[in-house]
C-alpha cells in the first residue's frame, strides 16, 4: 500500500521551474517532520530538504539552497517542494518522507515513503 504520494515531475528547460507535492495515501496519520529526497541512476539517495511539523525548521542540502524551498500544509495534510533555477544535474526521482521522530537525523528515522516521482532537466 501506498503510504505518500508525490505529483508534479516532469520535464522542464534549464532554469526552469517545477512543483512538487506530497500527501498521504490510506487513513490520516500524523507525523512531525517531513522531507525530500532524491535519487539519481547510479548514485545513493540523498537528502534535499526537510521541514519540521510547525514549519518554523527547515533544512537543506548546499546544492539546492537558494532554490528550492519546502513547505507544508497541515490542514492539507500535504507537503511541498517548490524546485526554481532547475539544473540538469538535479534531474533525479524525488522521494517525500515522513517521520514521527521530532529531528530526523537519517534515513531509518523516516517512517513513511512515496514511490518517487521522475524530475528531468533538460540543458
Known amino acids: 500500500q501506498v503510504q505518500l504520494v508525490e505529483t508534479g515531475g516532469g520535464l522542464v528547460q534549464a532554469g526552469g521551474s517545477l512543483r512538487l507535492s506530497c500527501a498521504p495515501s490510506?487513513?490520516?496519520?500524523?507525523?512531525?517532520?517531513m522531507a525530500w529526497f532524491r535519487q539519481a541512476p547510479g548514485r545513493e539517495r540523498e537528502f534535499v530538504a526537510s521541514?519540521?511539523?510547525?514549519?518554523?525548521?527547515?533544512a537543506y542540502a548546499d546544492s539546492v539552497k537558494d532554490r528550492f524551498t519546502i513547505s507544508r500544509d497541515n490542514a492539507k495534510n500535504t507537503a511541498a517542494l517548490q524546485m526554481n533555477s532547475l539544473k540538469p544535474e538535479d534531474t533525479a526521482v524525488y522521494y517525500c518522507?515522513?517521520?514521527?521522530?521530532?529531528?530526523?537525523?537519517?534515513?531509518?528515522?523516516?517512517?513513511?515513503w512515496g514511490q518517487g516521482t521522475q524530475v528531468t532537466v533538460s540543458s
Open positions: 518522507a515522513a517521520s514521527y521522530y521530532t529531528l530526523p537525523k537519517v534515513l531509518k528515522d523516516f517512517n513513511y
Open positions: 521541514i519540521s511539523r510547525d514549519g518554523g525548521n527547515t
Open positions: 490510506g487513513r490520516t496519520f500524523s507525523t512531525n517532520a
